[in-house]
């Protein structure tokens, strides 16, 4: 071999060490990004309510072997099978079988389940998400071009709107979720039938979000409210879709038979014509108390507060002006209001108003107004009281209908309120009651200051009024002490609509 001849040196001899550098680097990074889209579809999962993620099925498998192992349980035999291991139960409290375990020195056989999952329990860690589920909520079903149409086409005077904000308004300000252990979050919700609300009262919330930067109102449609309550999943109210459907039919039912006994004809539509009306008539009223409950739970998972499109245009209404636009006076009175809310520290707010002489309720000093209510998440006052309204639309025992108009209305705060301080009939508008063992606080407030006189003259039958007196073909002529003593007298028996054959009806025939 000449001197001037290099050795043959092959591909492998060169790179020998770099490509089990790169076979290491490639490992590492399809781990990482194994690991990202593992994380990301597991929290697509949550957001959408999915049963089970990709955490969860690992779980499943890996994690129940090497957690019983550790636990020192064995798997159960069939007799000619193998052994099977089972995936670990979430609801055990495995450190409390371990302390078992060591003090008595044998076996546990029996389950131990941890108070930490009992939904009674659960304290609730403020969603990071509140807007954005909230914006997916009100907005019309985007597969649904019927709808959309129908949502969408306002009559005159009227404008389509579902989100009133800031023009300066930031998703991720620390602006609107209060950053304090206490106080009511930044969020308005509005309850309406539609969408389509006055256009005065869309521009006084436009002027009134300008002057509160931190706010966001919702506007809540019948439509919305039906999916949030029927399409989310409610962990800690189970009963919300049997409630709500047993609710609604009830109010159909009550409704119904009230109308007919009072002998409320729609004018000269026979036929179709005025079995449709009386159909919408009828689904007024079911809605009514389907937002009774919506209330309870969009205040428990969200926060803010919550106020009736009907209560809002009487707060702006003024009967000694014919401007088109709100009257000063009201447009004062809701920024009053705003103000109220936005210096108040409390965890909850309550408006209390003073009973009419002439309304057939019990009570004579004072009644909860619950059109406008407000309270932060996982308010233990809002818990019991959505646990109540729910409870009286169900069992078989509780009329549709009370002294104070729909069940759902004013008796399940009265009933939340028992529940988290037995002294609250004692305690006078205007004070701060202190809930103990849970370092929350409501506030009762005076309304009669903030509504008008037509709210105040039959507090809890008002929207029950308004709403057959809204068809101006009814015949023949109610008196509002008409009404209210039409549906008193409606006593639904089990005969007429039972929840419980009710539900059974639906589940065979789906």
């Known amino acids: 071999m000449n001197s001037d001849e290099q050795p043959l040196v092959t591909n492998d001899d060169q790179d020998d060490t770099p490509t089990d550098e790169r076979s290491c680097k490639r490992i590492i990074l399809t781990s990482i990004i194994c690991f990202i889209l593992t994380i990301l579809i597991q929290i697509q999962c949550i957001l959408y309510n999915y049963h089970m993620g990709p955490l969860e099925l690992l779980v499943?498998?890996?994690?129940?072997?090497?957690?019983?192992?550790?636990?020192?349980?064995?798997?159960?035999?069939?007799?000619?099978?193998?052994?099977?291991?089972?995936?670990?139960?979430?609801?055990?409290?495995?450190?409390?079988?371990?302390?078992?375990?060591?003090?008595?020195?044998?076996?546990?056989?029996?389950?131990?389940?941890?108070?930490?999952?009992?939904?009674?329990?659960?304290?609730?860690?403020?969603?990071?998400?509140?807007?954005?589920?909230l914006k997916r909520w009100v907005q019309p079903d985007p597969y649904s071009s019927e709808q959309n149409q129908q949502e969408q086409q306002c009559q005159d005077g009227y404008e389509f709107v579902t989100i009133v904000q800031s023009q300066q308004y930031n998703a991720f300000s620390r602006s609107h979720t209060k950053d304090k252990s206490s106080g009511i979050p930044n969020i308005i919700h509005i309850a309406s039938p539609t969408n389509c609300l006055p256009t005065p009262t869309i521009r006084a919330l436009q002027r009134l979000i300008n002057n509160f930067s931190q706010y966001t109102v919702y506007i809540h449609s019948d439509?919305?409210?039906?999916?949030?309550?029927?399409?989310?999943?409610?962990?800690?109210?189970?009963?919300?879709?049997?409630?709500?459907?047993?609710?609604?039919e009830q109010m159909r039912v009550v409704a119904t038979v009230a109308l007919h006994m009072m002998g409320v004809e729609f004018g000269e539509a026979e036929g179709e014509d005025g079995e449709r009306r009386r159909k919408e008539m009828v689904e007024k009223f079911a809605m009514l108390s389907l937002r009774d409950v919506w209330r309870y739970l969009v205040l428990w998972e969200y926060g803010g507060i919550v106020i009736d499109e009907d209560v809002l245009n009487s707060i702006l209404a003024n009967d000694n002006t014919s401007d088109e636009d709100s009257s000063i006076v009201g447009n004062n009175r809701l920024e009053k209001l705003l103000s109220e809310w936005s210096n108040a520290d409390n965890d909850a707010i309550l408006y209390w108003i003073h009973n009419a002489k002439d309304n057939p309720s019990k009570d004579k000093s004072r009644i909860p107004f619950t059109g406008i209510m407000g309270a932060r998440q996982a308010h233990p006052f809002v818990y019991y009281a959505g646990k109540s309204a729910?409870?009286?639309?169900?069992?078989?025992?509780?009329?549709?209908?009370?002294?104070?108009?729909?069940?759902?209305?004013?008796?399940?705060?009265?009933?939340?309120?028992?529940a988290v301080t037995p002294i609250w009939d004692n305690q006078p508008t205007g004070s701060v009651v202190n809930i103990e063992n849970e370092q929350r606080t409501i506030s009762f407030l005076n309304g009669d200051t903030h509504l008008s006189h037509s709210m105040l003259t039959h507090p809890a039958w008002q929207s029950i009024i308004s709403i057959v007196k809204s068809t101006q073909h009814n015949k023949p002529y109610l008196s509002n002490e008409d009404i209210i003593k039409g549906f008193r007298s409606t006593d639904i028996n089990r005969q007429l609509f039972s929840c419980m054959e009710y539900g059974l009806k639906l589940t065979l025939t789906q």
């Open 60 to 133: 499943q498998t890996v994690v129940p072997s090497l957690g019983r192992w550790g636990l020192g349980m064995k798997g159960s035999a069939d007799e000619g099978e193998t052994i099977k291991i089972c995936p670990l139960d979430p609801y055990l409290d495995y450190q409390r079988i371990q302390q078992l375990q060591l003090q008595k020195g044998n076996q546990i056989t029996t389950g131990v389940y941890s108070k930490t999952h009992d939904p009674r329990n659960k304290k609730m860690i403020p969603s990071m998400f509140s807007h954005c589920e």
């Open 390 to 418: 729910l409870k009286m639309g169900i069992w078989d025992s509780y009329n549709a209908i009370d002294d104070h108009g729909r069940i759902t209305d004013v008796s399940p705060v009265q009933e939340g309120l028992k």
């Open 223 to 248: 439509h919305s409210r039906n999916n949030i309550l029927f399409k989310r999943n409610w962990s800690v109210f189970p009963q919300v879709k049997q409630g709500a459907l047993c609710i609604t």
